[in-house]
Antibody, heavy 126, light 108 residues
Framework: QVTLRESGPALVKPTQTLTLTCTVS??????????MNWIRQPPGKALEWLAR???????YYNTSLQTRLTISRDTSKNQVVLTMTDMDPVDTATYFC??????????????????WGKGTTVTVSS | IQMTQSPSSLSASVGDRVTITCRAS??????LNWYQQKPGEAPKLLIY???SLQSGVPSRFSGSGSGTDFTLTITTLQPEDFATYYC???????????FGQGTKLEIK
């Protein structure tokens, strides 16, 4: 059974660095074609994609936030970690990790997020 | 690439057929996914590659479109279908998986 579980602090202060961990089970982070994403959702607002790490350790970031984000993994622990620096109250949100799967497409692979964690809520406040 | 959904909200009744539209700011071929999210829950994948139904998703959900214009159609609405729906593109290279702003489907 494939599961994802997010963990991290529920409350951080402005200017602090947030570190979130996604612990996965039921699959390998190094399976070819697989990738892991972080997505966030402020209260009452839309989903926002943050970052992705691929099976071969390639990393991609939301261009608006890339100076603040780092995604990494520890394959021995089956974990994907997201750090976000200089936290601000506008970063208050539920943060989700999601696995992406891929299938061959006409031009290149189709990627889609097929399994999601339940999310972890982070509040930024002094 | 910007993704714009319409309408932002929609009221419908059980048994209705509804269509939600997603428009990309430039062509994304058929690199388009649809998700359903219920309050307090994580999103759930419905459709990938514009029209491929994810395993386990009821056949009353269907997707179509290519280029810049896409639709999600739900035939014969069920009570459990009232939720918010998001489109998401996976065309960008390097990958930037932009979501639409969501369409909230409410009971009339």
């Amino acid at each position: 059974q494939v599961t994802l579980r997010e963990s991290g602090p529920a409350l951080v202060k402005p200017t602090q660095t947030l570190t979130l961990t996604c612990t996965v089970s039921g699959f390998s982070l190094t399976t070819k074609g697989m990738c892991m994403n972080w997505i966030r959702q402020p209260p009452g607002k839309a989903l926002e994609w943050l970052a992705r790490i691929d099976w071969d350790d390639d990393k991609y970031y939301n261009t608006s936030l890339q100076t603040r984000l780092t995604i990494s993994r520890d394959t021995s622990k089956n974990q994907v970690v997201l750090t976000m620096t200089d936290m601000d109250p506008v970063d208050t949100a539920t943060y989700f990790c999601a696995r992406c799967a891929s299938v061959p497409g006409r031009y290149y692979y189709y990627y889609y997020m097929d399994v999601w964690g339940k999310g972890t809520t982070v509040t930024v406040s002094s | 690439i910007q993704m714009t959904q319409s309408p932002s909200s929609l009221s419908a009744s059980v048994g209705d057929r509804v269509t939600i539209t997603c428009r990309a700011s430039q062509t994304i071929n058929n690199y388009l996914n649809w998700y359903q999210q219920k309050p307090g829950e994580a999103p759930k994948l419905l459709i990938y590659a514009a029209s491929s139904l994810q395993s386990g998703v009821p056949s009353r959900f269907s997707g179509s479109g290519s280029g810049t214009d896409f639709t999600l159609t739900i035939t014969t609405l069920q009570p459990e279908d009232f939720a918010t729906y998001y489109c998401q593109q996976s065309y960008d290279i390097p990958p930037i998986h932009t979501f639409g702003q969501g369409t909230k489907l409410e009971i009339k």
